[in-house]
C-alpha cells in the first residue's frame, strides 16, 4: 500500500509540473509573459471554498444544505477555474499572444486542474457512517 501511495504521489507531482512547464513555455518560448497571469487563477482558484467553507453554518448535520457562503465559495471557485481557461482565449483573439501560446497556456492549465482533482479524489476521508 505504501509503494502504491509513494507512486501515486510522484505521477501527480510529475503531470503538475509539466502542466506548469507548458505555462512557463507559453511564456518564454513567444517572448511574452502575458500568458503567466494565468498562474494566478491556478493559485485563487481554491481560496473561495477555504474561506466560505470556514464561514458555512453546519449546526444541522443531517442536512445535505451548507448554506449560502458554502454556495458562494462554489461560485467563486467556478468562476476563477474558467478564469483560467478563457483568459488565454481572450488574449489570443486580442492579438496579445499567439496562438501555438494559447494552446500550451490552456494544455497546462488542464493538466494542473487535472492534478488538483486526481489529488483532491485520491486522498480525500469519506465521511459513511
Not at 501527480?12 to 494566478?40: E, H, Q
Not at 448554506?67 to 483573439?93: E, K, S
Not at 497556456?105 to 465521511?127: K, N, V
Request: aromatic share 14%; net charge negative.
Amino acid at each position: 500500500m505504501a509503494a502504491d501511495l509513494k507512486s501515486i504521489v510522484i505521477g501527480l507531482a510529475f503531470v503538475l509540473a509539466l502542466g506548469f512547464l507548458l505555462v512557463i513555455m507559453s511564456c518564454a518560448l513567444y517572448g511574452n509573459w502575458w500568458p503567466l497571469f494565468v498562474v494566478g487563477t491556478y493559485v485563487l482558484a481554491p481560496l473561495p471554498n477555504v474561506v466560505f467553507g470556514r464561514l458555512a453554518d453546519r449546526q444541522d448535520f443531517m442536512s445535505d444544505y451548507q448554506g449560502g457562503f458554502a454556495d458562494a465559495g462554489y461560485f467563486l471557485t467556478g468562476l476563477m477555474v474558467v478564469t483560467g481557461f478563457c483568459l488565454p482565449v481572450v488574449l489570443a483573439h486580442a492579438s496579445v499572444i499567439t496562438i501555438p501560446a494559447m494552446i500550451m497556456s490552456i494544455s497546462g492549465g488542464i493538466l494542473i486542474y487535472g492534478t488538483i482533482i486526481a489529488y483532491s479524489r485520491f486522498f480525500s476521508e469519506d465521511e459513511d457512517f
